[in-house]
C-alpha cells in the first residue's frame, strides 16, 4: 500500500513538473515548426512572463488568475514589437545567425532582469485554494500540482482542437509540412508567423507565471531550463501538440523519478537517453520523417 501511494506521488509530481514544460515548449515546438526559426530566447518570453505575473500580484494587487491573463496579453503584446522589428529580418539569415541572435536576447534578458529586479529568486504567493492538499481517494496530494496536471490537460486538449479543426490551424499546418505550397495558395505567412509567434510567447509566459512557484523564478530561468525545452521540442516533433504533451510528460516523470533515487546524475539519464533516441528517429517520437 505505502509503494503503491509513493508511486502514485511520484507520477503526480512529474506530471505537474511535466505540464509547466508543456506549456512553455508547446509555443516553440509550434514556431520553430511554422518558422524554422532557431528561437533560443524562447525561455526568456517565459522568465519575463513569470516577472510580470509575480508583479502584478505584489504591486498591482491583481488575483492570481487576473494576474496570468495580464502576463500573457503583455508578453503577447512585446512580442509582437518584437517580432516585427527584428525576428523578422532574420528568417531567411543562417541557423548559426539566429541562435547568436537568440542567445544574445537571453544574455540581455538576464542582465536587463538582474538590474532591475535583483538576483534573488521570486517567490509566487499562491492564493488560499490552491495551498494545501486534496484527497484523490488512492492518495492526498498538493492542490497545486492538481490543478497544474489539469490546467495543462485542459489547454493541450483546447490546443490540438485549434490546431486540428480550426481554419488557422490547417493554415499553421500547412505551413509546417510546405511553407510554398502554402504561400502557392494564398496563406498569409507573414501574419501567421506574427499570430503564431505572439501566441506561442503568450502560453510561455503563462507557464512561467504557473511554474514560478514549481521551477522557481530568477534571472537564469532561460538558461536553466532552455535544454529540457529543447529536449521535449526534439522528443516530440516540431509543430506537434500531442507530440509535445507526451514527451514533456515522459520527460517530466523520467526527470522526477531520477531526481528522487539518483539525484547527483539523474539528467545525465535523460540527455543520454535523448541522444539514442534523436540518432534512431531524428525527427522526434511523434515527427514525421523527412
Not at 117 to 145: I, K, M
Not at 222 to 229: D, R, S
Request: with cysteine; net charge positive; hydrophobic share 55%.
Amino acid at each position: 500500500m505505502i509503494f503503491g501511494i509513493d508511486v502514485a506521488s511520484m507520477a503526480l509530481g512529474g506530471m505537474a513538473a511535466g505540464m509547466i514544460l508543456f506549456i512553455v515548449s508547446v509555443g516553440l515546438s509550434v514556431t520553430m515548426g511554422l518558422m524554422g526559426f532557431v528561437n533560443l530566447a524562447h525561455g526568456a518570453f517565459a522568465m519575463v512572463g513569470g516577472y510580470v505575473i509575480v508583479h502584478a500580484m505584489k504591486s498591482w494587487g491583481l488575483p492570481f488568475v487576473p494576474a496570468l491573463a495580464t502576463g500573457c496579453l503583455i508578453i503577447a503584446a512585446a512580442s509582437i514589437v518584437l517580432e516585427r522589428l527584428l525576428y523578422t529580418r532574420l528568417y531567411r539569415a543562417p541557423e548559426l545567425d539566429q541562435v547568436l541572435f537568440t542567445i544574445g536576447l537571453v544574455f540581455i534578458t538576464i542582465a536587463a532582469v538582474t538590474v532591475l529586479v535583483g538576483p534573488e529568486n521570486q517567490p509566487l504567493t499562491l492564493p488560499s485554494w490552491l495551498q494545501g492538499q486534496v484527497d484523490l481517494g488512492f492518495t492526498t496530494y498538493r492542490t497545486y500540482s492538481i490543478a497544474l496536471i489539469v490546467v495543462g490537460s485542459a489547454l493541450a486538449l483546447g490546443l490540438w482542437l485549434g490546431f486540428e479543426r480550426t481554419r488557422l490551424g490547417a493554415q499553421i499546418r500547412a505551413t509546417v509540412d510546405n511553407r510554398r505550397m502554402a504561400e502557392a495558395v494564398g496563406i498569409n505567412i507573414d501574419r501567421l508567423f506574427t499570430l503564431t509567434f505572439a501566441v506561442g510567447s503568450g502560453i510561455a509566459a503563462l507557464g512561467g507565471g504557473l511554474g514560478a512557484e514549481f521551477l522557481g523564478l530568477d534571472p537564469q530561468y532561460p538558461l536553466k531550463y532552455l535544454v529540457y525545452f529543447l529536449i521535449v521540442v526534439a522528443v516530440g516533433g516540431l509543430g506537434r501538440i500531442a507530440g509535445v504533451f507526451c514527451a514533456a510528460l515522459l520527460i517530466g516523470v523520467l526527470d522526477f523519478v531520477l531526481k528522487k533515487y539518483l539525484p547527483q546524475g539523474g539528467t545525465l539519464f535523460i540527455y543520454a537517453l535523448t541522444i539514442l533516441l534523436l540518432l534512431w528517429r531524428p525527427q522526434g517520437l511523434f515527427g514525421k520523417a523527412s
